[in-house]
């Protein structure tokens, strides 16, 4: 059982990176906090969490996707978790993709860290968000199918839902999940149609339904009414947003024209810098 209540002890204050460790029935595992200068202990701080892809590491991830220098000027704080080594790498349990050991319950990981987040820090329990790169993002869409109660908003960046059993069947797996809950979370999926690792147009064989699919199943889910339009176009980059969805939320895709399997940071956009006006927006 969680318990989602601060005040457990006096919030730690201690700036910079911090290190914890989960005793789960995998065994030990870690995630890193980073605490802004700006936080004293006194107001509630949003929490993003961020999952790296397959294969990384949380510690070159972490710092590496620009949210640590933001968490000093939007005050927020910032996890970085480590995957569970595989036999293809650290990796998340999101279904079809990746963890090849299987039955490692990343779900209930991510909640217990969260728990601990609770326990040390003063965090702003309706705001805590998810963001994620490749299998690290389709771990992100995850929580969002199945913790919509916990997370107010995901972003995916190069990845897609792809819950057991992946392509439609995933998705209708997510479906059935979110539809247990009362409460809808924003998306985004931020994505190249020149990515060959988790293609805009999807990989049957691997389990990834295309982009457009998964962002049409993300509007049902939130009964978004009408049809998307277009809401920014800068370069190689265009949003689309349905904009009249329940509870007040958004659903929404940003096509990289020309755009691999990457964490786009250019002079026409910036990842980490769009999620947290994204996330602060929802």
Known sequence: MHMWKNGNKTPDTTPGQQQYVVNRPEGPRTFYAWVPKSYDGTTAFPVIFSFHGLG??????GPATGFQDLSETRNFLYVYPCGYPGLIGNAWNAGTCCNTLGNIDDV?????????????????????????FSNGAMMAEILGC?????FHATASVSGIV???????GGEDA??????????RVSTVNIHGDFDFVVPWTGDAILGFPDVPTNFADWSVRNNCQGSAVTTFSKGAYTESTYQHCVN????????????????????DFDTPTYVVNFFYAS
């Open 248 to 267: 007040g939320t958004t659903v929404r895709v940003v096509k990289h024209s020309g755009g691999g399997h990457e964490w786009p940071r250019d002079d």
């Open 146 to 150: 199945v913790a919509p109660d916990i």
């Open 162 to 168: 792809e819950l057991e059993p992946g392509n439609s």
């Open 108 to 132: 209930t990981f991510t909640k217990d860290m969260l728990a601990l987040m609770v326990q040390n820090y003063n965090v702003d329990l309706n705001r805590v968000y998810v963001s994620g």
């Open 174 to 183: 997510c479906s059935r999940a979110y539809s247990n809950f009362t409460q």
């Open 56 to 61: 990384d590491d949380c510690l070159n991830f």
